[in-house]
């Protein structure tokens, strides 16, 4: 079976910076997706790890250990914008095809 | 970047009604698509793996003849919410994953179709 846990509500101060943990739990693991969702909207793209290690994108940093079943979004300098539910996916081959499956979403708010 | 639609944006049905939802890559062939349901407050559940010109593999728990999944062409898939009631109401969402010289495996989203039935 496949389990990815993710904290369900986070709030943080504008300016500041905010670590949303992932553990995950999965077999035929081929990477792990991080997306941005504005209610209402779908996905977009954040990051995207394979590789043990620390990936950087401007404000957006994430990382994994494959070995502790484990990843993190990093953002830094946050900005009201990114009031958001923050997806973690991990892409598994299950059942003879690679599939996207999601977390429950971490719901983070934004305050002045 | 690739572009995925869907359509309609939003559909109002009664019960009993069957639903068709388009989704196409714009730009790029989709030799696979899937197809996401999300509940309010909720994470996107897969529903089923589309493969052009092939049977869509569904995931567990979903009706396969409730849910009825086209994958005619490398551009477009097409959904049918079959005799739809109240509780299928949610936001639909396929994505497509780029049939090749893709640098990993990333998906594209299309933006949603919010379905409500009365």
């Known amino acids: 079976g496949q389990n990815i846990d993710q904290p369900t509500e986070m709030t943080a101060t504008e300016g500041a910076i905010v670590q949303i943990n992932c553990t995950y739990q999965?077999?035929?693991?081929?990477?792990l997706f991080w997306y941005q969702q504005h209610a209402g909207e779908a996905p977009t793209f954040l990051s995207y790890?394979?590789?043990?290690g620390l990936e950087e994108k401007g404000r957006f940093s994430s990382f994994l250990s494959r070995s502790k079943g484990y990843s993190y979004l990093l953002l830094k300098e946050l900005q009201m914008k990114d009031s958001a539910s923050y997806l973690c996916?991990?892409?598994?081959?299950?059942?003879?095809?690679?599939?996207?499956?999601f977390g429950a979403g971490t719901r983070l708010a934004v305050h002045p | 970047g690739a572009v995925v639609s869907q359509h309609p944006s939003w559909v109002i049905c009664k019960s009993g009604t069957s639903v068709k939802i388009e989704c196409r890559s714009l730009d790029f062939q989709a030799t696979t698509m899937f197809w996401y349901r999300q509940f309010p407050k909720q994470s996107l559940m897969l529903m089923a793996t589309?493969?052009?010109?092939?049977?869509?593999?569904?995931e567990q728990g979903v009706e396969k003849d409730k849910f009825l999944i086209n994958h005619a062409s490398l551009t477009l898939s097409t959904l049918t919410v079959t005799s739809a009631h109240p509780e299928d109401s949610s936001f639909y969402i396929c994505s497509a994953r780029v049939a090749s010289g893709s640098t990993y495996n990333e998906q594209f989203f299309g933006p949603g179709t919010r379905l409500t039935v009365l």
């Open positions: 996916a991990v892409y598994m081959f299950s059942g003879g095809y690679n599939k996207l499956i």
């Open positions: 999965t077999s035929g693991f081929n990477g």
């Open positions: 790890n394979v590789l043990d």
């Open positions: 589309s493969n052009e010109g092939s049977k869509a593999t569904y």
